[in-house]
């Protein structure tokens, strides 16, 4: 997992296939942005996914204009952002739900 406490940079900050996990990989990217991404309030811009297969089983982001949001399977709803360390642990939580 990766946290990136600088200004917002691009850079690889992960292997392309980012790290195994149970049946398939995750890829954590967090920002800290100098401004909110609307409409979120933090100053984080955020990615985080679990694949299986070639496939989305959960993300969480906070796409510009959309704002803080997760991705259940089919299922897309709003999420409540608190701080980054909690970002982490509710992700890793639908994570491993998934995994059952």
Not at 24 to 38: C, D, T
Not at 57 to 68: Q, T, W
């Amino acid at each position: 997992m990766i946290w990136c406490n600088t200004p917002y940079e691009r850079h690889r900050t992960l292997p392309e296939q980012g790290i195994l996990f149970g049946s398939g990989f995750i890829e954590i990217v967090i920002w800290r942005v100098p401004h909110p991404v609307s409409p979120s309030e933090h100053p984080y811009k955020y990615r985080l996914v679990y694949v299986v297969d070639g496939d989305r089983v959960v993300g969480y982001d906070n796409e510009r204009g959309k704002g803080d949001h997760k991705h259940l399977g089919d299922r897309e709803e709003s999420y409540c952002f608190e701080s980054p360390k909690q970002l982490m642990a509710d992700f890793m939580a639908d994570v491993k739900g998934a995994e059952k």
